[in-house]
């Protein structure tokens, strides 16, 4: 359970506020996302990154940037919370299989965020 | 882009019953199908995966079917018990792509 951490577990904030989320995994893989899960449960990759790269960077509003300062962490900042932010937020990661693509992505334990 | 269609969205099965969802995509040139199952409040988890080199993969009472001429996959779950009731997704990766592409889930209710 441990292979792939998010902090915080739960986080409620006022509108317009700004807050960070933060991933770890210890798997040595290459790559890891961030992803939105709706309250209708929907999962929606927001970016992803390869070795400190960003590589998918979706349909996101700028207010949400992330950084990767190495390959194991990827940190979701979020600028001007809006009522709309509201969501599950989980982190990823995946190897690279031999043909350079992303393989099987082992999920986080989540983030959600309510903002109020 | 790839787009994957994921049916039904609820289905409830009396345990011991067999439970089957299917998925659909839109890009012949995708190569690699997993499904992922979310307990209430945890995180998905990979259960099985498909290649495209392969027409079905089976784990226990498990098993998925891949047919690349339809473009369509399924899960198949026999014995169906209660811990088997969650919402269920499946995915597909692009040839070549970094991302998977989810299809919308299913929240599978096992009745005991």
């Known amino acids: 359970d441990t292979a792939v951490s998010q902090t915080p577990k739960y986080l409620v904030t006022q509108m317009g506020n700004d807050k960070s989320i933060k991933c770890e995994q210890n798997?040595?893989?290459?790559?890891m996302y961030w992803y939105k899960q709706d309250s209708k449960k929907f999962l929606k990759i927001m970016f992803s990154?390869?070795?400190?790269?960003?590589?998918i960077n979706e349909t996101v509003p700028n207010r949400f940037s992330p950084k990767s300062p190495d390959k194991a962490h990827l940190n979701l900042h979020i600028n001007s919370l809006e009522l709309g932010d509201s969501a599950v937020y989980f982190c990823?990661?995946?190897?690279?299989?031999?043909?350079?693509?992303?393989?099987?992505?082992?999920f986080g334990p989540g983030t959600r965020l309510t903002v109020l | 882009g790839e787009n994957v269609e994921q049916h039904p969205s609820t289905l409830s099965v009396q345990e011991g019953d067999s439970a089957v969802i299917k998925c659909t995509y839109s890009d012949s040139a995708s190569n690699y199908f997993p499904w992922y199952k979310q307990e209430l409040g945890k995180r998905p988890q990979l259960i099985i995966d498909?290649?495209?080199?392969?027409g079905e993969k089976k784990d226990q009472r498990i098993a998925v079917t891949l047919n690349k001429t339809a473009k369509h996959f399924s899960l198949h779950i026999t014995e169906t018990q209660p811990e088997d009731s969650a919402v269920y997704f499946c995915?597909?990766?692009?040839?070549?792509?970094?991302?998977?592409?989810f299809g919308q889930g299913t929240r599978l209710t096992i009745n005991p």
């Open positions: 798997l040595g893989h290459d790559t």
């Open positions: 990154y390869n070795n400190k790269e960003l590589i």
């Open positions: 990823a990661s995946s190897p690279l299989s031999g043909q350079g693509v992303t393989d099987t992505q082992y």
């Open positions: 995915a597909a990766r692009l040839q070549g792509a970094q991302k998977l592409v």
């Open positions: 498909i290649r495209s080199n392969v």
